[in-house]
């Protein structure tokens, strides 16, 4: 989460991809809002009244208020943009690939990540493809007692995944990558030779 001080920082420039759904879904979402929380959103974002009313008549919205508003009221804030069709609810990863989007690349270098998932050590192991010029690795997670490598078994998820979910994860997977965060990169190529090999 941005502190107002970051927020009032930030462009009042446009950054809406749709003005018609920007301007129906700023309505659905603040229109309903709790006075306190409107408050909130307006002294969040260092604004008067008067903005809530021009998104209502014109559809243009800054990053200050889609933050703002995206924070007090939990929602994704590329739904105020009309880049999302799902509310969703906001999200670290998605304010961070906002703001790298809208070219804010020093303010997500100050956010703070939050603690990293301990990822299983895994080693690799040679695939016995049969005489392929460059023998292809594939990563096996190393359990409680030592496997002979002939019994390892991949880590293909046991459960299928949501559409939805899977673009959600490529999302973040690519924020992280952007971010530099460590290993991040090298996983999104590893998925687009998968996809495009």
Known sequence: MLSAEQIQGLKRTNISASSEKTKLRFEEIFKPAKIKQKQAVRELAGVTSQVAHNIYNTGNISAKMVIAVSQ????????????????????????????????YRDLVASIELPEKKKRPYTRH??????????????????????????QCQSSTPVFPLEEADQAAMLRALHIR?????????????????????
């Open 125 to 150: 192991v040679k695939s016995e493809a049969p005489a392929a010029e460059d023998a292809a690795e594939e990563e096996v997670p190393i359990v409680a007692e030592d496997v002979p490598e002939d």
């Open 72 to 103: 007090v009221l939990n929602v994704n804030p590329f739904y105020l943009t009309g880049e999302a069709d799902e509310p969703g609810e906001f999200s670290e990863e998605a304010l961070r690939e906002l703001l790298l989007k809208h070219g």
């Open 177 to 197: 990558a952007k971010a530099g965060i460590e290993g991040a990169q090298e996983t999104l190529d590893e998925i687009n030779q998968l996809l495009l090999g």
